[in-house]
């Protein structure tokens, strides 16, 4: 058996697929399917079996795959013990939507580089909606986005067979953001009857899209919302056009530009509970991930660890 073809299975068994793995990998498929069965003859044991929703590995192909990611976590152990070899690793890329990144970037650089590891961060906005489909394309392995209670269950039952997990890092809600002397901004909660009128900003990743979207988030419609695509051009909307700005609790606190411009948080509510949202982590199960990886994982923990610590102090 030769070191590749334990890549090789390792892609098949992360895709499900032995034709997106061949695409993956820049073979033919028939050629990685002549691979696999001779390492089955070799073996003595099938690796792989058909299902409707992809391939997936038997309780022997299972042993057989934990042993090669754990070497191929090994051996990024050992690379990032070796020093200015002149050689470029691989880039670590993790997807985060627009109001995570806001406040996350920059401690999350700080503190993954204390490791002093091999390949660089590569921290890619990403919209709400489009994290978990970019983990499950392979663009990245894992990602940090919002997701509705609902949202948290479907996903969770949509994964249950699968190497993907979903931990919940940080729980928020959605509030109406105004500044001090707005009317509205001595209310306790309001709700959409209570601002029909106002004109409203937000990022599109909160857009009131598909059929979940119109039920949690019936706040917006295209006559009295505008929809920007980060944070920062959200802001100057509000104070360039006088809106009123949809956000969290937790973008609220990491802008330095709406506390400095002294607004106001209102609790958003349907039919009088708080619109809920939760910040989410999504990644592959944790042999399934690179060594650097692994300690980004950690270092995303310990962050809304404090992070939830602060926001109850």
């Known amino acids: 058996m030769r070191s590749e073809h334990l890549h090789y299975l390792l892609e098949i068994d992360r895709l499900h697929s032995i034709s997106s793995a061949a695409r993956t990998l820049h073979v033919r498929q028939?050629?990685?399917?002549?691979?696999?069965?001779?390492?089955e003859d070799e073996l003595g044991f099938s690796i792989f079996r058909r299902t409707p929703s992809g391939v997936v590995t038997t309780p022997e192909g299972e042993q057989l795959i934990s042993l090669a990611w754990e070497m191929d976590v090994r051996f990024e152990e050992l690379l990032s013990l070796k020093k200015n070899d002149g050689r470029r690793s691989k880039s670590i890329p993790v997807a985060l939507c627009p109001s995570i990144n806001l406040g996350l970037a920059i401690p999350l650089c700080r503190n993954f580089y204390r490791?002093?590891?091999?390949?660089?961060?590569?921290?890619?906005?990403?919209?709400?909606?489009?994290?978990?489909?970019?983990?499950?394309?392979?663009?990245?392995?894992?990602?940090?986005?919002?997701?509705?209670?609902?949202?948290?269950?479907?996903?969770?039952?949509?994964?249950?067979?699968?190497?993907?997990?979903?931990?919940?890092?940080?729980e928020d809600q959605f509030y109406l953001c105004v500044p001090a002397g707005h009317p509205l901004a001595g209310r306790e909660q309001v709700s959409r009857e209570d601002f029909r009128q106002e004109r409203l900003a937000t990022v599109t990743s909160f857009q009131a899209d598909g059929e979940q979207g119109r039920r949690d988030h019936s706040l917006f419609d295209g006559r009295q919302a505008v929809f920007l695509p980060n944070i920062d051009l959200m802001h100057q909307a509000m104070a360039a056009q006088g809106l009123a700005g949809v956000v969290t609790s937790y973008a609220f606190r990491h802008s330095?530009?709406?506390?400095?411009?002294?607004h106001r948080l209102i609790p958003l509510c349907r039919d009088g509970a708080?619109?809920?949202?939760?910040?989410?982590?999504?990644?592959?199960?944790?042999?399934?991930?690179?060594?650097?990886?692994r300690i980004l994982v950690s270092c995303i923990l310990d962050y809304f660890r404090s992070e939830g610590e602060e926001s109850a102090g």
């Open 30 to 39: 028939t050629t990685l399917s002549a691979i696999v069965k001779a390492l």
């Open 115 to 170: 490791f002093d590891l091999r390949g660089d961060l590569v921290l890619s906005e990403t919209p709400r909606r489009q994290v978990l489909p970019s983990i499950l394309q392979s663009q990245v392995n894992l990602g940090v986005t919002y997701l509705t209670p609902e949202e948290i269950q479907q996903t969770m039952r949509d994964l249950s067979h699968s190497s993907l997990r979903l931990s919940v890092l940080l």
């Open 256 to 262: 330095d530009f709406l506390r400095r411009k002294q």
């Open 274 to 293: 708080p619109l809920a949202v939760r910040a989410c982590l999504l990644c592959r199960e944790e042999r399934y991930l690179r060594y650097q990886e």
